[in-house]
């Protein structure tokens, strides 16, 4: 069975970063774009960008433009999302889900990783 | 970018009950469009994509409408297991925006 399993929750000061993975796992991972979306405490969800993972080509929101970076390695079929130059407002919950089929939407999910920043 | 907005933004409902809830778009977004539903503490859940294809797995009394800009999700008959936040989000052009979702409660 298809499943996205995220990296454990991550404490950051403000002004770091923090890179969250993404293991894919029950299909091919180079057929199926990842996507990132959060979600801070109470609020709705944002999507921040999208990464195919067979080419590596990426788009972001203009929101995350110079902030965030998303990387793959396919030898073990796990996508990356790295946010840079954290501040408080970027505590979230963290999720990757896969894009893809005939509608392209977004089928399968990641349990989230929550990210804090405080200092 | 493309605004989505939701009506209403919480429904009180019983279990037996007919709701609908309804999705705008800023502009057309022709049936690129899913519903989600999200517990708290878990990942949204994919409901209906392309507007109105019912995902593999999720009951029918679930069922999704429109085109355009304005769209429609409705549960036929509220089971306990649907008290949650719905969300709508269209996948016309990037960047793939979500409405602010829709909270239903139990009477």
């Known amino acids: 069975q298809v499943q996205l399993v995220q990296s454990g929750a991550e404490v950051k000061k403000p002004g770091a970063s923090v890179k969250v993975s993404c293991k894919a796992s029950?299909?091919?991972?180079?057929?199926?774009?990842i996507n990132w979306v959060r979600q801070a405490t109470g609020q709705g969800l944002e999507w921040m960008g999208w990464?195919?993972?067979?080419?590596?080509?990426?788009g972001y929101a203009q929101k995350f433009q110079g902030r965030v970076t998303m990387t793959r390695n396919t030898s073990i079929s796990t996508a990356y999302m790295e946010l840079s130059s954290l501040r408080s407002e970027d505590t979230a919950v963290y999720y990757c889900a896969r894009g893809g089929g005939s509608g392209y939407t977004f089928d399968y999910w990641g349990q989230g990783t929550l990210v804090t920043v405080s200092s | 970018d493309i605004q989505l907005t939701q009506s209403p933004s919480f429904l009180s409902a019983s279990v037996g009950d007919r709701v609908t809830i309804t999705c705008r778009a800023s502009q057309g977004i022709s049936s690129y469009l899913a519903w989600y539903q999200q517990k708290p503490g878990k990942a949204p859940k994919l409901l209906i994509y392309?507007?109105?294809t019912l995902q593999s797995g999720v009951p029918s009394r679930f069922s999704g409408s429109g085109s355009g800009t304005e769209f429609t999700l409705t549960i036929s008959s509220l089971q306990p297991e649907d008290f949650a936040t719905y969300y709508c989000q269209q996948l016309n052009s990037y960047p793939f925006t979500f409405g602010p979702g829709t909270k239903v409660d139990i009477k």
């Open positions: 392309a507007a109105s």
């Open positions: 990464m195919n993972p067979n080419s590596g080509n990426t």
């Open positions: 029950g299909y091919t991972f180079t057929s199926y774009d």
